[in-house]
């Protein structure tokens, strides 16, 4: 053998275990058809489809009906939202089912601190302990994560949607979106709940009717849609302002009202939101869109008068203004990658799209029914701890948040976290 290849060689050995990382891990929660009791995942990892059928591989059974939230709960623990089977799975980063609850009926959006899992309900009842507790209204349930048990509820509006967790609360949007068909009006509020007493402890007012579907969270800013009523209201996206509502802001002064759609939304790395509108009408009986991409800082500094813009990176807006049904946005917060899917007539398999960090489109994929929900797995390689942040030494000991405000153990580097309300840059010391 040659000096360059035995070099070669040598090369290769050590370039192997490098390209061997799985960087781009990636749960897509497919629908399935309402009632039909086919909800299922799609397990992408580097570029290809290793499964859509990922659950039933694994532990040898169904998902259930109708799967519309998914979250991390911590480094080792997985929680998703199935909601016609009035299930909380729980699950291993691998895909191992450990636990699940039946006590939460008609489920719809997660949240957690790490040590909880926080769910919001349509229902009116719901086990806690040893009793079951009963609601007018709805309700968010408070699960321990290491005993799966509800240990706690509270009333809030009348179906609520989107919730999320900033600073030691809860911050719940209500839809009332069964006013067509029950006696009460749409919701136009958001719902804030001590997490540690499951108290209401202020409800803000935003005029928006119908807060419907899942917020995304950059920080202290969360992104919330209104639909409308689908008649003469017209879609609304609300940035809200968590620190300003803590701090006892007038309703007014915490959020501002933008005229799009945020039908599907995500974080960026860099802190922005993306949103895909989806508007539809009754009375035309079509749907339009919009695509922007968010500053939440800039568009509460000018109430809504700038930071909306349409740049999003390379081909990735021209490629989704080809998709024929939008149903999800997601941007991987440990790598940047984007991704899309469409869900064509809503009743057949739709398509995953994948872009780089740079907007260059690497490839479509065919998964499963309604593919809308996602959750990025940390890459093999990623290392890192809390005291390689750039903060104060004072905030050493407060949790550590992403951008889509998931507690994080292990930051990776060059990426941007949330402590105590504030940006801090991981740098790898």
């Given at each position: 053998m040659?000096?360059r ?15 061997s ?11 399935g ?25 694994v ?37 191992k089912a ?19 899992v ?9 086990r ?26 509270v ?10 967790y900033?600073?030691?609360?809860l911050?719940?949007a ?6 067509f068909?029950?006696s ?34 950059s ?33 007014k ?6 005229p ?19 508007r ?5 009986g ?8 968010i ?21 990735v ?21 984007i ?14 799209y994948?872009?780089s960090?740079?907007?260059k ?6 998964v499963?029914?309604n593919p ?25 000991d407060?949790?550590?948040?992403n ?20 940006k ?6």
């Amino acid at each position: 053998m040659s000096h360059r290849s035995k070099l070669l060689s040598f090369l290769s050995a050590l370039l192997l275990p490098l390209l061997s990382f799985a960087q781009e891990r990636i749960i897509l929660l497919n629908e399935g058809n309402w009632q039909s009791d086919n909800g299922k995942i799609t397990y992408f990892e580097d570029g290809k489809i290793v499964s859509n059928q990922w659950f039933r591989d694994v532990n040898g059974s169904k998902l259930g009906d109708t799967p519309n939230d998914i979250i991390a709960v911590n480094d080792n623990l997985i929680a998703i939202a199935i909601n016609w089977s009035n299930i909380v799975q729980f699950i291993t980063p691998d895909g191992k089912a450990v636990a699940a609850t039946e006590d939460v009926p008609n489920n719809r959006k997660l949240a957690t601190d790490g040590d909880y899992v926080y769910i919001s309900s349509y229902g009116h009842e719901c086990r806690v302990g040893d009793k079951y507790e009963e609601f007018t209204k709805g309700f968010v349930a408070k699960i321990d994560a290491t005993t799966f048990k509800v240990i706690a509820a509270v009333e809030v509006g009348y179906e609520p949607e989107g919730i999320a967790y900033y600073d030691g609360r809860l911050f719940v949007a209500n839809t009332g979106g069964y006013a067509f068909q029950e006696s009460h009006e749409y919701e136009t509020t958001v719902s804030v709940i001590d997490a540690a007493t499951m108290k209401v402890e202020r409800t803000v007012d935003t005029g928006q009717i119908n807060l419907y579907g899942k917020m995304s969270q950059s920080g202290k800013y969360l992104c919330i849609n209104s639909p409308g009523n689908y008649y003469e209201v017209p879609a609304a996206a609300i940035i809200l302002d968590c620190e300003a509502v803590i701090a006892g802001k007038p309703d007014k002064e915490c959020f501002v009202s933008l005229p799009y759609a945020a039908t599907y939304s995500c974080v960026t790395t860099d802190g922005r939101f993306y949103a895909i509108g989806s508007r539809y009408s009754y009375l035309t009986g079509d749907y339009t869109f919009n695509y922007i991409s968010i500053d939440p800082e800039i568009a509460m500094l000018t109430e809504g008068l700038d930071g909306i813009y349409e740049d999003f990176p390379g081909t990735v807006l021209a490629d989704i203004k080809k998709i024929g049904m939008p149903y999800g946005l997601y941007v991987n917060p440990y790598t940047g990658y984007i991704y899309a899917t469409d869900a064509a007539g809503f009743v057949e398999g739709g398509t995953l799209y994948q872009w780089s960090p740079e907007g260059k489109l690497l490839g479509k994929h065919g998964v499963y029914i309604n593919p809308a929900h996602f959750l990025a797995l940390k890459p093999d390689n990623y290392t890192g701890g809390i005291n390689d942040v750039i903060a104060d030494p004072a905030d050493s000991d407060s949790p550590l948040y992403n951008l889509q405000g998931i507690r994080i153990s292990s930051p990776t580097p060059g990426q941007i976290y949330i402590r105590n309300g504030k940006k801090y840059i991981y740098k790898q010391q």
